[in-house]
Nanobody, 124 residues
Framework: QVRLTNSGGGSVQAGGSLRLSCESS????????VVWFHQAPGKEQREGVV????????TYADSVKGRFTASKDDAKNTLYLQMDRLKPEDTGTYYC?????????????????WGQGTQVTVSS
């Protein structure tokens, strides 16, 4: 059983930065794939923006490539999402999600462990 806790959201102006955290109750290690999902205001669908395979290979959605950077601290069982040059369209709730997949899947319903989400608001 893995419990994920999101934190680090906030309100910034366009061009600003935030760092989100996803703390795991146990080691995710090399057994889980992790995805950072974005849910825009008023939208039901969650869109994956960063995909981290169980091998550690990381892929970014085109919308965030070059602006967002994922990292992790194994000693703290925590993953981070550094968000730079934020845009108003980045506004929404961000979730980390994990599952025992070798390769990170894009569909939210593939993930059975979720953080509670953290709110990011970017004003123009």
């Amino acid at each position: 059983q893995v419990r994920l806790t999101n934190s680090g959201g906030g309100s910034v102006q366009a061009g600003g930065s935030l760092r989100l955290s996803c703390e795991s109750s146990g080691s995710i290690g090399t057994s889980y794939s992790v995805v950072w999902f974005h849910q825009a205001p008023g939208k039901e669908q969650r869109e994956g923006v960063v995909f981290i395979d169980s091998t550690g290979e990381t892929t970014y959605a085109d919308s965030v490539k070059g602006r967002f950077t994922a990292s992790k601290d194994d000693a703290k069982n925590t993953l981070y999402l550094q968000m730079d040059r934020l845009k108003p369209e980045d506004t929404g709730t961000y979730y980390c999600a994990a599952a025992r997949w070798f390769r990170a899947e894009r569909e939210p319903d593939k993930y059975n462990y979720w953080g509670q989400g953290t709110q990011v608001t970017v004003s123009s």
